[in-house]
Every structure is written in structure tokens, then in C-alpha cells.
T-cell receptor, first 115, second 109 residues
Framework: DGGITQSPKYLFRKEGQNVTLSCEQN?????MYWYRQDPGQGLRLIYY???????QKGDIAEGYSVSREKKESFPLTVTSAQKNPTAFYLC??????????????FGPGTRLTVT | GQNIDQPTEMTATEGAIVQINCTYQ??????LFWYQQHAGEAPTFLSY??LDGLEEKGRFSSFLSRSKGYSYLLLKELQMKDSASYLC??????????WGAGTKLIIKP
């Protein structure tokens, strides 16, 4: 079955610790995205990658870092510099045609709680 | 700035019809998506409109008016499983998705 997976589903960390969220897809998609979702707000783009070994900052990249060493994988690290890291994190992928009409496929999400 | 407005919450009755509106003001327009998101789960694709008019897909239809900056999602023959949030997202001039905050739809028996 093709799809996009994120692990773990729930993650708890102490303040001051870095944490890495996993995202893997076997859809052969070129483009991958990381979003943050907070209650009452729309999805906000953290980082995106349109091709292996290349990625761009989204609207709220501060305090986050990513890598794209393989087409299938796009891990997100939440660093201690992120002031309010507790949130629901969603990873997505798309074909990456660049036309804007590509449907995005989402993973099940990781709910991160930092105390 | 870029802005997408949707009602925060709507309530409807099982078997009825509901229309969820979305108005947008963005820098350019290259299409509009509707996604469904059940609580705590991933959003799933419902529709994509880039031309004016109505697109029907089973019980769900989506309408777009580019001149008015307006779209709606129409859900017919509502079922309890339709209880979810419905997200409107616009593709701007840079081909980036701008997301609305979503409309939580509550279906009552």
C-alpha cells in the first residue's frame, strides 16, 4: 500500500531538548511539506522540499530544521529555539508538478507536547 | 495580507444539506482546494476548483467564483460520518497553499 507515515503519533519532551519527527512516503512524490496545526488556526507551512537535497523555509521556519537526503524521507527537528513547540505536526507530499494543482497527501500526524 | 475566511462551526441534521462558505483575498489565484479532516486525523482531499462553476462529486459539490473571491462546499444527504472539519485552501501567485482555519461541522441525528 502506498502512503505516507509519521512516527510517533504522540511525543512528549522536556523543554530545552531537541526532538526529531519522522516522515516517510512511498508514493514516489518529489515534493514534501511540514505543517503545524494549532487549535483555531489554519495549517501553517514550516518547510517544504521540491526535490532531494533541496528545501525552502515556509512561513514559520524559525526554531525548526529539516533534511532531504532521500526522496522518501523528510524528517523535521524541533529545536530548543522554538518558543512554543507544543502542536500537531503534519507531513504531506505531492507529485510536485509546480502548477499548484497537485493534491497533497497527508500523514497521520504527530502530536508533540513539550513541558 | 492574505486572508481566507470560513465560519468556525456549523450544525446540521442527518439527511439534510449544508453549504460551507469560503471567501478569500490572496496575492494571485491558481486554484482552490477543499479538504476534510476528522478530529485528530490527517486532512484528506475532497475537491479542486480552478475555473468558475460547480463541480459535483457524489454527495459533495464545490463551487467557485473567482470574480467574487468565493467558494462553497455543498454536502447533500448528510451522514453522521460527515462530522469533521472542512478546510479551504487557496493556491496563491507563488503556487503556495494558503489555508483557512477550517469549519467544524457537527451533524445531529
Amino acid at each position: 500500500d502506498g502512503g505516507i507515515t509519521q512516527s510517533p503519533k504522540y511525543l512528549f519532551r522536556k523543554e530545552g531538548q531537541n526532538v526529531t519527527l519522522s516522515c516517510e512516503q512511498n508514493l514516489n512524490h518529489d515534493a514534501m511539506y511540514w505543517y503545524r496545526q494549532d487549535p483555531g488556526q489554519g495549517l501553517r507551512l514550516i518547510y517544504y522540499s521540491q526535490i532531494v537535497n533541496d528545501f525552502q523555509k515556509g512561513d514559520i521556519a524559525e526554531g525548526y530544521s529539516v533534511s532531504r537526503e532521500k526522496k522518501e524521507s523528510f524528517p523535521l527537528t524541533v529545536t530548543s529555539a522554538q518558543k512554543n513547540p507544543t502542536a500537531f505536526y503534519l507531513c504531506a507530499s505531492s507529485i510536485g508538478s509546480g502548477t499548484g494543482s497537485d493534491e497533497q497527501y497527508f500523514g497521520p500526524g504527530t502530536r508533540l507536547t513539550v513541558t | 495580507g492574505q486572508n481566507i475566511d470560513q465560519p468556525t462551526e456549523m450544525t446540521a441534521t442527518e439527511g439534510a444539506i449544508v453549504q460551507i462558505n469560503c471567501t478569500y483575498q490572496t496575492s494571485g489565484f491558481n486554484g482552490l482546494f477543499w479538504y476534510q479532516q476528522h478530529a485528530g486525523e490527517a486532512p484528506t482531499f475532497l475537491s479542486y476548483n480552478v475555473l468558475d462553476g460547480l463541480e459535483e462529486k457524489g454527495r459533495f459539490s464545490s463551487f467557485l467564483s473567482r470574480s467574487k473571491g468565493y467558494s462553497y462546499l455543498l454536502l447533500k444527504e448528510l451522514q453522521m460520518k460527515d462530522s469533521a472539519s472542512y478546510l479551504c485552501a487557496v493556491v496563491d501567485s507563488n503556487y503556495q497553499l494558503i489555508w483557512g482555519a477550517g469549519t467544524k461541522l457537527i451533524i445531529k441525528p
